[in-house]
């Protein structure tokens, strides 16, 4: 069983940026593959980004490309996601969560833990 719980939300101007963490109760990296995805009021859950054990496959939603960066620490216990430029859009709580799969899955019934969410609230 893994624990994850996210933090660094906020509220930002548009076109600032936050930090967002998600830290594992043990030890993920030689099994996990960590994502982040996001959902707003009325909306569906949707992907951001998810980065492999060894951070050597990333992907991200084309909505965030060239704006996020998902990384994770080398103990591969946390997992970060780093959001600037930030719009109106990017209003929605975000979501940490685990799986057991060695490729950044894009669709959230592969993962297996989630965190709790996190508030982000972008104003114009």
């Known amino acids: 069983q893994v624990q994850l719980v996210e933090s660094g939300g906020g509220l930002v101007q548009a076109g600032g940026s936050l930090r967002l963490s998600c830290a594992a109760s043990?030890?993920?990296?030689?099994?996990?593959?960590m994502g982040w995805f996001r959902q707003a009021p009325g909306k569906e859950r949707e992907f951001v980004a998810a980065?492999?054990?060894?951070?050597?496959?990333?992907r991200y939603a084309d909505s965030v490309k060239g704006r996020f960066t998902i990384s994770r620490d080398n103990a591969k216990t946390t997992v970060f996601l780093q959001m600037n430029s930030l719009k109106d859009e990017d209003t929605a709580v975000y979501y940490c969560?685990?799986?057991?799969?060695?490729?950044?899955?894009?669709?959230?019934?592969?993962?297996?833990?989630w965190g709790q969410g996190t508030q982000v609230t972008v104003s114009s």
């Open positions: 969560a685990a799986t057991g799969t060695n490729w950044p899955m894009s669709d959230p019934r592969d993962y297996d833990y």
């Open positions: 043990r030890r993920t990296g030689s099994v996990y593959t």
């Open positions: 980065i492999t054990w060894n951070g050597s496959n990333i």
